[in-house]
């Protein structure tokens, strides 16, 4: 389920970014960004995401992805991403 969600929000990056630009509102981008960073600390911190079962292909992809977009997004408002979370 938590996975879903995450993949859900990640979804959504390109449209964020096109509001945010056509709007001139960084600030609804950055509070997008910080609820898709919340979301990605939450789904890979659950038990059910590194433990019960094994840490799948697709969960590291999920991760990898999640970085991925985090980092872009942060690019995008001229900040640059921690090389971890």
Known sequence: VEESQLLDALSWLPE????????????????????????????VNTTAFTAGRAVTTERLWLARAARTGLAAGLGLLGITAPGRL
């Open 16 to 43: 964020r970014v096109a509001v945010a630009a056509r709007r001139g509102r960084p600030d609804v981008f950055a509070r997008y960004l910080a609820t898709l960073a919340t979301k990605t600390i939450d789904t």
